[in-house]
């Protein structure tokens, strides 16, 4: 390894480390600590750590050369290791992996041979195993609330503008249903929105599917991180804003927002993958959104971290549901009065 000589001979001085240390500040920065993706088309990976993953990507072809023939233990753990810290971080760091080593055909087959999208490899300690997003990983789901409007929540009840007896019985006779798209801590990454510098483009990313809107366009799963606070909503393509309700029912507009997009792309789904469901609604990916209410949805998810909050939510919409058609029933009972004197 290279030492850099104004360094004693520590892991500072070894340009490999430093350039891991780089790309775990990367990887730790955008999802650990929630700061995100940011940056357009190609420049969305901060300079030092692209550097950092071009220095790591060289340490692929150790000498001697790879081969499957060849290989010994010891070559198998140091390339699994820089791989597992590298390529394997998010589809960003792939892609930019491979277009340094472009030209490099065994480089790349060493790459896919060694990295978890081609086996079940798990390196102890790794960056992809504390690189999560911490609310997906304790709450691993999204719900989705639609009538007259959509809401997107993740484990509590979308908050409306204006609650009134009158909107809510409204919205519970506008046939509203209740959809859950399952995720965990590692199958997001938030990309960053500053609408003051450029509006949200789609180009490059994998952007979760929130529905359409009533003129068929995407609306796609948006997101504002306020300290220890997720609000969720959605946005449209060229979007330099998002608007979102509080936890008080009331409305903000904010030009610093996230787009929630896949962190792999699709065909790289490490194994077991997930089945194929008949009542599967707008796919993003591997990940899609299941009917839970007012009819769960035959094939929803079998899944135990939605079993008590499932249950939950569904028997407090029959309850509110009921009650809401009765009070209905009830008014609808009197007679109508004239206030025109």
Same mark, same amino acid.
């Given at each position: 390894?290279?030492?850099?000589?104004s360094?004693p001979p520590t892991?500072?001085?070894?340009?490999?480390?430093?350039?891991?240390y780089?790309?775990?500040?990367?990887?730790?920065?955008?999802?650990?600590?929630?700061?995100?993706?940011h940056?357009?088309?190609?420049?969305?990976?901060?300079?030092?750590?692209r550097?950092g993953? +071009?220095v790591?990507s @060289?340490?692929?072809?150790? =000498?001697?050369?790879?081969?499957?023939k060849?290989?010994?233990q010891?070559?198998?753990?140091?390339?699994?290791?820089?791989?597992?810290?590298?390529?394997?971080?998010?589809?960003?760091?792939?892609r930019e992996?491979?277009?340094?080593?472009?030209?490099? &055909?065994?480089?790349?087959?060493?790459?896919? !041979?060694?990295?978890?999208?081609?086996?079940?490899?798990?390196?102890?300690?790794? +960056?992809?195993?504390?690189?999560?997003?911490?609310?997906?990983?304790?709450v691993? *789901?999204?719900?989705?609330?639609?009538?007259?409007?959509?809401?997107?929540?993740?484990?509590?009840l979308?908050e %409306?503008?204006?609650?009134?007896?009158?909107?809510?019985?409204g919205s519970?006779?506008?046939?509203?249903?209740?959809?859950?798209?399952?995720?965990?801590?590692?199958?997001?990454?938030?990309?960053?929105v500053?609408?003051?510098?450029?509006a949200?483009?789609?180009?490059?990313?994998?952007?979760?599917l929130?529905?359409?809107d009533?003129?068929?366009?995407?609306?796609y799963?948006?997101?504002?991180?306020?300290?220890? !606070?997720?609000?969720?909503?959605s946005?449209?393509?060229?979007?330099?804003?998002?608007k979102?309700? @509080?936890?008080?029912?009331?409305t903000?507009?904010?030009?610093?927002?996230?787009?929630?997009?896949?962190r792999y792309?699709?065909?790289?789904?490490?194994?077991?993958?997930?089945?194929?469901r008949?009542g599967?609604? @707008?796919? &993003?990916?591997?990940? =899609?959104?299941?009917r839970?209410?007012?009819?769960?949805?035959?094939? *929803?998810?079998?899944?135990d971290?939605l079993?008590?909050e499932?249950?939950?939510?569904?028997?407090?919409?029959?309850?509110?549901?009921?009650?809401?058609?009765?009070?209905?029933?009830? %008014?609808?009972?009197?007679?109508?009065i004239d206030?025109? *004197?």
């Amino acid at each position: 390894m290279g030492r850099n000589p104004s360094f004693p001979p520590t892991v500072f001085a070894s340009h490999q480390w430093m350039a891991l240390y780089r790309v775990s500040d990367y990887a730790l920065s955008n999802y650990y600590h929630g700061h995100g993706l940011h940056g357009r088309g190609r420049n969305v990976l901060p300079e030092l750590t692209r550097d950092g993953w +071009l220095v790591l990507s @060289d340490l692929f072809k150790p =000498s001697p050369r790879i081969s499957r023939k060849t290989t010994t233990q010891n070559t198998e753990a140091f390339v699994t290791f820089y791989v597992a810290q590298s390529v394997d971080i998010d589809r960003y760091c792939k892609r930019e992996v491979l277009e340094h080593l472009k030209k490099d &055909t065994e480089m790349i087959q060493t790459v896919n !041979l060694y990295s978890r999208y081609m086996n079940r490899v798990q390196v102890l300690n790794g +960056l992809v195993g504390f690189a999560f997003i911490p609310l997906f990983r304790n709450v691993p *789901y999204l719900r989705r609330f639609r009538s007259n409007v959509t809401y997107f929540t993740s484990n509590n009840l979308p908050e %409306i503008p204006e609650i009134s007896s009158s909107s809510i019985e409204g919205s519970m006779r506008s046939n509203l249903t209740v959809d859950t798209m399952l995720l965990d801590g590692h199958t997001l990454v938030c990309i960053g929105v500053d609408g003051r510098e450029a509006a949200f483009n789609s180009t490059g990313h994998y952007p979760i599917l929130g529905g359409y809107d009533a003129h068929g366009a995407p609306l796609y799963v948006a997101a504002i991180h306020l300290e220890y !606070l997720w609000y969720f909503t959605s946005v449209k393509e060229g979007a330099k804003s998002a608007k979102y309700i @509080d936890e008080l029912g009331k409305t903000h507009v904010t030009t610093k927002f996230f787009v929630l997009g896949l962190r792999y792309d699709p065909c790289d789904t490490p194994p077991p993958y997930p089945r194929a469901r008949r009542g599967a609604m @707008d796919a &993003t990916g591997p990940v =899609s959104w299941m009917r839970l209410w007012p009819e769960k949805d035959p094939e *929803y998810f079998e899944d135990d971290c939605l079993v008590t909050e499932d249950r939950r939510l569904t028997t407090f919409l029959d309850e509110f549901s009921a009650r809401s058609v009765s009070e209905h029933e009830l %008014i609808s009972g009197f007679p109508s009065i004239d206030l025109d *004197y």
